[in-house]
Each structure stands twice: as structure tokens, then as C-alpha cells.
């Protein structure tokens, strides 16, 4: 990382003679959000010492060496507070090593003492990962696909086989997957831990970042299903994190709500419906699809979660929707019957439904799709 501002770059920040670094390159180089970096400043007193000649706010030396510190041990599985109480603490001028030395400010080693088994990872300066490309051993989320048992809680994440990244040659629609690649993103690491932080502000932010940058389908794909499977082996090992789980569904589908807000005029004169099987309680991945859906130029409607199928029956005859989809993540829910009651319409309409909970046996005119890029697909297709 490189100073902003050229002249006296090298020498000492204490002279008070040079702007130092900003939050954006000290944010690119920690691989924290320049929000959280703030929020540290904040909250711990733990930011940025010194002012440019034009008065802003810059971090020196001292400051970099400080938040490397805390950066290295909230990786470890200490606390916040915790960790910015220690990088504070004074260090004898002998100890002290250059702020960013080759290798250095790395994390500990995946089984270190102490470490609560919340995914760690060191890789927070780097890209958002694949979550099926390999990594290091205490990588944020799976390294592989996550396993519809490591998604099948009240998140309700699984598509059947899991809503698995799809091989890289399957192309999803252009508009549903933008390209990104702004500095300052965050990573599945980052934001599992914001999550369990219960820092609403942070998750906040990083999820409506990752939306407006990529897309809905990179999103959930990158992001959504790592932190999702880490809060469930959580809870599987310990018990734990019901509330961790509660909050970033909450942050999640408000960020989708946002974000579908700005989708474009509709192309299509009918809607799609989208509703969760009667009884069924788990509506994430319903608003997940609308809002991707949406960005394409579909218009929705979201019904929501345990929605009778006589109301959905209803909603059609109103409505007529060009395509009706509906999610079913567990068994109780997932009998294909009342599907067979659903009107007929005229000009037709199609009914797709995903879900890991759907029965064999569905009716021969309901298409099942297992992935989010094919339930997209399916809808799309009938658009057209």
C-alpha cells in the first residue's frame, strides 16, 4: 500500500509533514469494510491519529501497525473489543515489527487455542471466493458446494441438491449476474462475522455493496450460502447462533427489498407469482428469485411464506400470471396434490416449483427446477 500524497512519503509520520493513508487504501489493504473501520474508530477508539494540511483524517504507522493487530486476532476468535483493548496496549519499541511486513498479519493457524470455531479465514484482502474453490482449512464457508444439510434450517437455502454454483461454463442471465470487481467487497468471512456480531449496520451495508456490485445471483451464491452453512455447522456443534441466524435473515431480505426496489419497468404485461407452499414457513429464497427476477425486467408478486392454496387459486384467477412458482423446503410441506387444484388458465400459465421438500409425483404440467439459475431460467423462458 502506498501513501496518498507525495511529498515527505517517506518520512516519519510523526513529523506531522505528510497526509499519511486514507480509510479507502487502509480499507483495500485490511480487507475490512471502510464502514467497519469507523465503526471501530467508534467504538473502540481505535482509528485514524493524524490530519492532512486539508484536515482530513489519516492513519500513520503506528495506526496500521495497531489495526493489523486487531485485524489478526478477531481472525483468531477474540472479541472486538477485546482485541482492540490489546492492539492499544503499549509495545515496548523493541518488539515492535514493520507494519506490513512479507508474510506477516496473517491468521492464526486454524486450531490455535482459544479459537471459539467461528469460520476464520486469512484471506480478508482478497477477492470474494468461489465457495467451491479450494482454501485454506479455516476458510470462511464450505470450500465445496454447501450440502442441503448444512442449508436446511430456517434459512431455507436449499434448491433440492442444494443451491449449488453451477459449473463456470453454465452462463446465467447477464442483467441477473453483473460484473463487479470494486475494491472494498466484502467476503463470506467478513461477513459471517458481522453477523455474529449482530452488527446491523455492517451486515447491512455489505449485503446492499454485494447486490448493487454483482447481482442477486452472485450474491447468494458467494455470500448468502457460505454464511448460512458456517451459522449451521454453528449451531449443529454448539447449539448456538439461532440469533445470529434470525438477524442476517432479517438484514438479508431487507437488502433484497432495496435492491428490487430499482428494478426496471416490467416487459412482460403478466406477472410472476411467487409464494411459499401452504404451511411452509421459509420465504428467503422466494424473495431471493423476485428480486433477481425483477432486475431482469419481470414484474412479481411475493406472497410470502404458508400461503393456502386456496388464496394462491384466488391470486391466479385475479391476476393471471404468466408463471406461478412455489417453494418447498420441507417434507410436511411439500405433498405435489393441491397442485393438481390449481386453475387453468387462459392464455396458460406455467407453475415451476423448487425446494428440497416436493414429493415424487408432481403433475405432469408443474416443471421442478433443483438450481436458482434454472428456476430463473424456467420463469424467464416463459416471458419470451
Known sequence: MTREGGPGAGENPAAGEEPGYGIGAVSRRLGVPASTLRTWNLRYGIGPSRRSPGGHRRYDDADLRRLEEMNRLIRTGMPPADAARQALRPKPVSGERPAYAAGEGTAAPAGSPGSPGWPTSPGWAESPRPIDSPGPPDSPGPTHSPRPSELSRSSGLSWSSGLSRPPESAAPPASAVRPGGEPGLPSAVMLARAAAALDVATVSAALDAAL?????????????????????????????????????????????????????????????????????????????????????????????????????????????????????????????????????????????????????????????????????????????
Open 212 to 384: 448493487a456490485a454483482h447481482g442477486v445471483v452472485w450474491t447468494w451464491e458467494r455470500l448468502v450460502l457460505p454464511v448460512f452453512a458456517a451459522v449451521t455447522r454453528r449451531q449443529r456443534d454448539t447449539g448456538a447462533g439461532i440469533d445470529v441466524e434470525h438477524l442476517f435473515s432479517d438484514r438479508l431480505q431487507a437488502a433484497l427489498a432495496r435492491f428490487a426496489a430499482r428494478a426496471p419497468s416490467p416487459v412482460h404485461p403478466r406477472p410472476v407469482l411467487l409464494a411459499g407452499a401452504e404451511e411452509e414457513q421459509h420465504a428467503l429464497p422466494i424473495h431471493a428469485l423476485a428480486a433477481a427476477l425483477g432486475m431482469l425486467g419481470a414484474e412479481t408478486r411475493v406472497l410470502g411464506a404458508r400461503t393456502p392454496y386456496r388464496a394462491l387459486a384466488d391470486a391466479m384467477r385475479r391476476l393471471g400470471p404468466a408463471a406461478v412458482f412455489v417453494w418447498s423446503q420441507i417434507r410436511e410441506t411439500g405433498d405435489p396434490a393441491p397442485l393438481a387444484g390449481l386453475p387453468g388458465l387462459r392464455p396458460a400459465c406455467r407453475v415451476v416449483v423448487g425446494g428440497p421438500g416436493w414429493w415424487d409425483g408432481l403433475p405432469t404440467q408443474v416443471v421442478r427446477v433443483n438450481t436458482f439459475r434454472d428456476a430463473i431460467s424456467a420463469v424467464m423462458t416463459t416471458l419470451r
